[in-house]
Antibody
Framework: EVQLVQSGAEVKKPGESLKISCKGS????????IGWVRQMPGKGLEWMGI????????RYSPSFQGQVTISVDKSISTAYLQWSSLKASDTAMYYC??????????????WGQGTLVTVSS | DIQMTQSPSSLSASVGDRVTITCRAS??????LNWYQQKPGKAPKLLIY???SLQSGVPSRFSGSGSGTDFTLTISSLQPEDFATYYC????????????FGQGTKVEIK
């Protein structure tokens, strides 16, 4: 069974650093892109970036370039999303998601359960 | 960047109603259009991919159509478990933005 299991909720202060994780299982982790999606409270879904665990090729949305870092440790089938200095506006639910490329079509077939990040002084 | 516009933003409907949600892309995306359902406190769930292909396990009352810039999600007979927010997503892979979501359509009980 394919699963993406994310790390637990975090409460941080502005200026602190944070790294959240997404562990894949039940499939060949290195052969599917993993993306990160932000959902601010009461709002819609925003694509942040994506990484290919096989070679760590990473692409960022222009809206998030320089604001976050996406990385992967393929030895433990885990992708990461990190911040060096959190802001209150980073308060949101963050999802990891598996990108599928099949028969010429591209879609997200599995999502993590989400990690709620709260940034407050 | 490709922009995705959904309409309506919200709607009220009764169990058994036929519901239609539309999604328009700012440029042609062929059939690279997917639909997701999100319930409160839960991750999104794939319903339709490639504009009209039903994901395995999704009830047949859900259907999708369209190509190019105009797409539709239809629920033929709304069920109690269908009250949720629905998002379209383009996967045309138009760098630098790989995925763009519509703003969502909330389906509420009338």
């Amino acid at each position: 069974e394919v699963q993406l299991v994310q790390s637990g909720a975090e409460v941080k202060k502005p200026g602190e650093s944070l790294k959240i994780s997404c562990k894949g299982s039940g499939y060949s982790f290195t052969t599917y892109w993993i993306g990160w999606v932000r959902q601010m409270p009461g709002k819609g879904l925003e694509w942040m970036g994506i990484i290919y665990p096989g070679d760590s090729d990473t692409r960022y949305s222009p809206s998030f370039q320089g604001q976050v870092t996406i990385s992967v440790d393929k030895s433990i089938s885990t992708a990461y999303l990190q911040w060096s200095s959190l802001k209150a506006s980073d308060t949101a639910m963050y999802y990891c998601a598996r990108r599928v490329y099949s028969s010429g079509q591209i879609y997200i077939d599995y999502w993590g359960q989400g990690t709620l990040v709260t940034v407050s002084s | 960047d490709i922009q995705m516009t959904q309409s309506p933003s919200s709607l009220s409907a009764s169990v058994g109603d036929r519901v239609t949600i539309t999604c328009r892309a700012s440029q042609s995306i062929s059939s690279y259009l997917n639909w997701y359902q999100q319930k409160p406190g839960k991750a999104p769930k794939l319903l339709i991919y490639a504009a009209s292909s039903l994901q395995s396990g999704v009830p047949s009352r859900f259907s999708g159509s369209g190509s190019g810039t105009d797409f539709t999600l239809t629920i033929s007979s709304l069920q109690p478990e269908d009250f949720a927010t629905y998002y379209c997503q383009q996967s045309y892979n138009n760098p630098p933005v790989w995925w763009t979501f519509g703003q969502g359509t909330k389906v509420e009980i009338k």
